[in-house]
């Protein structure tokens, strides 16, 4: 039989306390739901470094969800990016989205310093190295041998990498981005993230494409319910996505606010189902620091127990 599809969050680093204190709130719908995990992003060049933390101690610590920290390496030298995963990991962080982030906006390739790692599957091999360095193995008690203690390799981690269904902007072709997902499996991944697309089709000949390939791990569908024009144009600019424009349409042709954010809940919603009948395994929701769009998307998608929500 198949099993339940899993859900899970995206969250990012509040910028100031007004918005700490508004994410605390939603937080709370978010992780009465029971997600697999909640990934927190890393603001580019570590600038959100110190907050992104917090966000992620506090699931630890106050939650039973398992944080996931997004890293990226852009930039960095093998001691500093060990240093930052050291810290994670010190914290009791243990499940990663390893990237290789971007250049500062603005700055071609060519005219920055790119540092030691040239690319997500460099920082995959760091973070399990440093998790190795500081945990070679762990002791296990032995039932009924009091004493006996048996030796097994340190505790796994979980690493996710980035997956682009439509390609990679800097990508030639969709085999080199197939390539680039197989040999963050090789560099020792366990689980991919897609970026966001707002076709079904887009990522279930994706992930045709990718098992073709020789790519095992799982492979979750980022979806974003995106909820105004506004956010449409800066997703669609940031991601590099082409315009879906019927969802543009529709939001253009919505009057109030709540009207163009219902359109863009269904569309979500619509692309979960079908995400979901097409065999993904889960999905992953941007949920922008909000939880009634993406809790919507989870209900419309026979994902939610809504007991489980506070009133
Ligand atoms: P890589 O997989 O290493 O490379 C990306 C592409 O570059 C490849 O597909 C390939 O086409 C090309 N490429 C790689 N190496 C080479 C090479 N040697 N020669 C030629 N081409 C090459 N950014 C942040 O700053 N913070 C975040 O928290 C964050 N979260 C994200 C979460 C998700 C789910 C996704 C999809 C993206 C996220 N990003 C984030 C954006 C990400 O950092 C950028 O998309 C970045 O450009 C690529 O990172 P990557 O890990 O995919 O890189």
Redesign the pocket.
Known sequence: MRPTPTFSFELYPPRNAEADAALQRELIPLVAAGPEFISV????NGSSRGVSLDVLRHLLHNTEVQPMA?L?CVGSSYAEASRLIREFLDAGVTSF?A????PPAGVAEEDVDLGDL????ELVQLIHNVQLEREPFLQHEVPGFPGAKRIASGRPVTIA??A?PNG?P??RSRS??LD?LLA?EAAGANLA???LFFEADDYLSFVDAARAAGVTMRILP?IMPVLSVARLHRVVQLSGEAVPTGLLRDLERAGAAEEAAAIGTTHATTLARDLLDGGASGIHLYTFNRSHAPLAVLGGAGLLDTTRIPA
Not at 41 to 44: I, L, P, V
Request: charged share 20%.
């Open positions: 992003t890393y603001g580019a997004h990226t989205l990237l290789r982030g971007d040239r690319s997500a599957g990498v980035a682009f990679h800097r990508s080199q981005d680039t963050k993230i897609s970026q980022g």
